[in-house]
């Protein structure tokens, strides 16, 4: 019992960092309709200029900033770089690119700063809280979870509160519409890369500090988790992300522990089977398809 | 004073022939002109081309003292310009309101936004009472006139309206062309109404434009094109 309370509270930080990303991931899925392998790169990119932030100052605080600002930046260049001039309307050539972007950045991370893990320090304890004799959440695990949260609630508030907001769906959906109703399409698809990568950034940047250390592949197990979770809620919806990124940190957190962290992928992937045999759209897909 | 000039417009696909050739054009400041053609004249490319939808080959447009020939569709819509195109427009992701408020998105005052809405509201009563429902539930005709209402709340100099009738019952039809033709009066609104159903688009206008071979081929007040037969029979089709 007391060993379930502690991997059911493992499961919802880990699943906070999940959902965040793989929320990421639907933001930019619904800005250009691309599934953007380079996620991982990207953020690890970002997490490298928190690292050298953070080392140069000696505040956690400024890596972060710098980190995010890095991410943002990062985005919006990808976009009108790369993704702006390919062809529209064919979803192959985005993916080709966005493969191709990955491996650019991995072998030049690995070449600017090696190969090897650099350890990352969180700003709090990670020594659980003790509740009534069982280990919980440490305090880094609650300033992990209650930072994803918190970054998600703004985006579903901008998203669906603000005029901004308004436009960036707009644009999403109905690309035409949104430039005959005055909104600057291509501005507005360069944000939705940026708030992506931006995400993407902080979940790597909370992750990190947990893990092994920093290296150019240090984000891409957090990527193909988060692309199944963002495939099982539905990739076109954020509050699928949500809903899927916290079932799924709880179930490799439970699996994990009661089995063995080799199983872990293993039941993500079976997870992922079930759902889509069972609403191939993903949990939250859309109910009705656009048609225009 | 023209609202919308535009000369020697070449418009074409590909590298296929010009569906529009060496087009002139002039709207009056406030008149309703409708714009006929059989299907496949190039109404639709017309209207497209002038909104930046479809680049040009050739030729200029000017609405009012502004040259829109070079810039995107965006900007020419900030600068006056408005169209509701062929078909539903409606963003089926969005919400009624949402759907009508990003037609003033740019305007930067949030109580002119505001205002203008409710305006919106106060002539659309059947849009009033769907607020909140999403745009995928809608008829066609709930959404053809969301489409009037977003184009209008943006108060264009100049709208341009793409068969608007198509798929609505007549009384639908009547209903809304009756909305525009009063909007057009009380505010000078300019329109360029482009209709298969000549019969209704020439009882809203007062001029009517023929195209055909991508040209124009008559320019007339709309009631002396809606009596002459050899016309009626030659384009019109009724
Ligand atoms: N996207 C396109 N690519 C190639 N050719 C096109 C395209 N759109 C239209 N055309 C061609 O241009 C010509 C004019 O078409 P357009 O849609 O402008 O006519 P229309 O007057 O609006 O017809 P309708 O009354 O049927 O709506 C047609 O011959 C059509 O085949
Ligand atoms: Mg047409």
Not at chain 1, 43 to 63: D, E, L, N, Q, R
Not at chain 2, 179 to 198: F, P, S, W
Request: aromatic share 4%; net charge positive.
């Amino acid at each position: 019992m007391d060993r379930l309370l502690f991997l059911l509270a493992a499961g919802l930080a880990r699943g906070a960092v999940l959902a965040l990303f793989a929320l990421s991931l639907v933001i930019v899925w619904r800005a250009a309709r691309v599934v953007n392998f380079a996620q991982a790169a990207m953020a690890a990119a970002a997490v490298y200029a928190a690292f050298h932030a953070t080392a140069a100052t000696g505040s956690y605080w400024i890596g972060l900033a710098t980190g995010l600002a890095a991410g943002a930046l990062l985005g919006a260049a990808v976009e009108r770089g790369l993704m702006r001039r390919l062809p529209a309307h064919a979803p192959l050539p985005g993916i080709i690119v966005a493969i191709g972007l990955v491996m650019v950045l991995q072998a030049g991370l690995a070449i600017a700063f090696g190969p090897e893990h650099r350890p990352m320090h969180p700003p709090f304890s990670q020594r659980p809280f003790v509740i009534g004799g069982v280990p919980l959440l440490s305090p880094y695990d609650l300033f992990t979870l209650g930072a994803a949260a918190a970054v998600m609630a703004a985006l579903a508030l901008l998203f669906n509160r603000t005029p901004l907001g308004l436009r960036l769906r707009a644009a999403a959906f109905a690309p035409e519409t949104a430039r005959l109703a005055g909104v600057r399409v291509p501005r507005m698809v360069a944000l939705g890369w940026a708030l992506s990568a931006a995400a993407a950034a902080l979940a790597a940047l909370l992750l990190v500090p947990t893990e092994l250390g920093l290296n150019p592949h240090a984000v891409d197990l957090l990527f193909v988790n988060a692309f199944a979770v963002a495939v099982i809620g539905g990739l076109d919806s954020p509050a699928g992300a949500l809903l899927a990124g916290i079932g799924t940190g709880l179930l490799v957190s439970l699996v994990t522990g009661y089995a063995s962290a080799s199983a872990a992928p293993l039941a993500v992937l079976a997870l992922m089977t079930l759902v889509l045999l069972v609403r191939p759209g993903g949990l939250l897909a859309a109910k009705e398809a656009r048609t225009a | 004073m023209s609202a919308l000039a535009c000369d020697g417009l070449t418009v074409g696909y590909g590298d296929g022939a010009p569906v529009i050739d060496g087009l002139h054009l002039d709207l009056a400041e406030g008149a309703v002109t409708a714009l006929l053609g059989a299907n496949g004249a190039g109404k639709t490319t017309l209207l497209r081309a002038l909104t930046g939808l479809v680049p040009l080959r050739a030729g200029r447009i000017l609405l009012g003292g502004t040259d829109l020939t070079g810039m995107s569709t965006e900007d020419r819509m900030r600068a006056g310009l408005g169209l509701v195109p062929e078909g539903r427009s409606t963003v089926v992701e969005l919400t009624v309101d949402e759907n009508l408020r990003l037609g003033g998105l740019w305007r930067h005052k949030a109580k002119a936004r505001k205002a203008a809405v409710e305006e919106m509201y106060g002539l659309f009563p059947a849009l009033d009472r769907r607020r909140r429902t999403p745009g995928h539930t809608l008829s066609g005709g709930e959404r053809q006139m969301l489409a009037l209402a977003r184009a209008l709340l943006a108060r264009p100099r100049v709208l341009l309206l793409d068969e608007p009738s198509l798929g609505l019952a007549p009384k639908a039809t009547a209903q809304l062309l009756g909305v525009l033709r009063e909007t057009a009066a009380r505010t000078g609104l300019t329109v360029l109404l482009a209709e298969q159903n000549a019969a209704s688009a020439l009882s809203v206008a007062e001029r009517g434009v023929v195209l055909s071979l991508g040209a124009v081929a008559a320019d007339r007040p709309a009631a002396e094109l809606a009596a002459d037969p050899a016309l009626r029979h030659a384009y019109l089709g009724f």
